[in-house]
């Protein structure tokens, strides 16, 4: 099988694909409650035009895909595009990064399609809170979509928390406690100041907080192959758990010497990094019939254009032409 490697010897095998940058949620941290403007349809990738992009991607070494948005259950038949994908010789894995709320519905659906596991973003556990977070959202619908999840296998389910000091971080003991009491595989994220609604707290501040709990113990010493495999979490276990405890820390623990990965917006512009404005458009030539040639030559520029690490540093909100729901996060 082709490796990837960046300027940086980096192994490039995994390709987070933003379906769409419509969301049914509003969450404080990453969009304005109204005023976005969306990509028109016509702009926005086909499932064949994705697949063409994988297809080429595949042959240079990736093996490993996300679907994320937006909300990508909000893309109309998600599991035909699974299905594509899954065919495509080289890709080991489809995974899937959802708010949980559609889940329900569509779990099963997606299993059968060949999607492997979903991480599920969920900020707090109190209702209210939620319809804060996320300016529009029901708990109980995000809570039933990691139920279904469950029920479909699509194991292991990991739950994405972004903690914001003074709005959620009380929370984050109740979080640690499912861990042990419901086997959930909870990351603790560093929120990034996309906007100025809210303050990040450090990880270590959070481990040291969980310690209230028990002695957290390192991945390295728990068997995780199958949650800490690779990606930028750092993973520890509390005495009994059944799940598993990361920390995702862009701001005060930047992983970016591990990074791994490459990102292809809805629109069809493919990225080398969340935290930058660069990319290159894949979409117009993809209409203008490239070949793969043409299409693998322009992936090797993006990968080349790879930045050795972000220019996030946690003073203040970053101004970003692409959001996060944009890039796909
Ligand atoms: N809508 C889906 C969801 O919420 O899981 C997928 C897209 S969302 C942009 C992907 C992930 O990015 C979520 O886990 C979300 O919490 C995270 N995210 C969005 N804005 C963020 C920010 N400012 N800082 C840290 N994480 C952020
Ligand atoms: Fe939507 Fe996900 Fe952004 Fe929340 S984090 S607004 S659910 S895209």
Redesign the pocket.
Known sequence: MSELFDSFRRRINYLRISVTDR?NLR?V??MPPEGVSWIPHGEILSYEEISAIVQVAAGMGINKVRL?????LLRAELPKLIEMLSQIKGIEEISL???GTLLKRYAMELKQAGLKRVNI?LDTLKSDRFRYITRCGELRDALDGIDAAMDADLQPIKI?M?VMRGINDDEVLDFARMSYNQGWNVRF?E??P?TEMAESVPSSELRQRIMSLGSLLKAESCQLSAISSDGPARYYRLPGDRGTIGFISPISEPFCSDCNRLRLTSNGRLCPCLLSDDGVDLKQPLRSNASPEEIKRLILKVVASKPERHRLSGDGAISMKRK??QT??
Request: overall charge negative.
């Open positions: 969301c969450c941290y990453c994320t948005g937006g909300e990508p990064t959802t708010n973003s994405n972004v994220i929120v990034m996309f996060m729901s796909g996060g």
